[in-house]
T-cell receptor
Framework: DAMVIQNPRYQVTQFGKPVTLSCSQT?????MYWYQQKSSQAPKLLFH???????NEADTPDNFQSRRPNTSFCFLDIRSPGLGDAAMYLC?????????????FGPGTRLTVL | AQKITQTQPGMFVQEKEAVTLDCTYD???????LFWYKQPSSGEMIFLIY??????QNATEGRYSLNFQKARKSANLVISASQLGDSAMYFC??????????????FGTGTSLTVIP
């Protein structure tokens, strides 16, 4: 089945220790997103890629970076995680060109910062 | 102004009853899509149903239907015959015309639904 895969599902890191979250997709969608979601809140968009074009949200902290080496993979790097970065990180994909195309989400990576 | 507004932070419904979750939206685009997602405690966002702005009929998917009132800019989700497994957070989202405003999706703040046995 075509899908969005995130690894790992759970990540524990120490305060200040860099961490990388990964996302892959078999849907061949040209748009990929990274969201941060804290408990009982809406997902907050961090970045999205339209093909290789990178779009950074204005309020995304510099501590967060992203890479998309090819269509299928996208990575989220947190350079120096703080306690406030503990959250669920969701990767999503869609196809551009129509407002009728939905987003497909991965299962998420739950990040704990000790 | 908020693009998507969900005014019900929490809702309770008796098992086997129907429930309506409210969603209003704000856009000046002619072409847009409205989506509902379910998020159980596991955290995964599950796509439920969508409505296109040009669709004249309300969307339905099994026990889910979307009450689309374009003039009122509302897109309420109706869940019929509620089940215990429906207990989750529900998000309404909108995608505007990507040729005009890019590929961003806008999410509401969500409604937490609890189904009571």
């Amino acid at each position: 089945d075509a899908m969005v895969i995130q690894n790992p599902r759970y990540q524990v890191t120490q305060f200040g220790k860099p961490v990388t979250l990964s996302c892959s997709q078999t849907l061949n969608h040209n748009v990929m997103y990274w969201y941060q979601q804290k408990s009982s809140q809406a997902p907050k968009l961090l970045f999205h890629y339209y093909d290789k074009d990178f779009n950074n949200e204005a309020d995304t902290p510099d501590n967060f970076q992203s890479r998309r080496p090819n269509t299928s993979f996208c990575f989220l790097d947190i350079r120096s995680p703080g306690l406030g970065d503990a959250a669920m990180y969701l990767c999503a994909t869609t196809q551009s060109g129509s407002s009728y195309n939905e987003q497909f989400f991965g299962p998420g990576t739950r990040l704990t910062v000790l | 102004a908020q693009k998507i507004t969900q005014t019900q932070p929490g809702m309770f419904v008796q098992e086997k009853e129907a429930v309506t979750l409210d969603c209003t939206y704000d856009t000046s685009d002619q072409s847009y899509g409205l989506f509902w997602y379910k998020q159980p405690s596991s955290g995964e966002m599950i796509f439920l149903i969508y409505q296109g702005s040009y669709d004249e009929q309300n969307a339905t998917e099994g026990r889910y239907s979307l009450n689309f009132q374009k003039a009122r800019k509302s897109a309420n989700l109706v869940i019929s015959a509620s089940q215990l497994g429906d207990s989750a957070m529900y998000f309404c989202a909108m995608r505007e015309d990507p040729h005009v405003t890019g590929n961003q999706f806008y999410f509401g703040t969500g409604t937490s639904l609890t189904v009571i046995p």
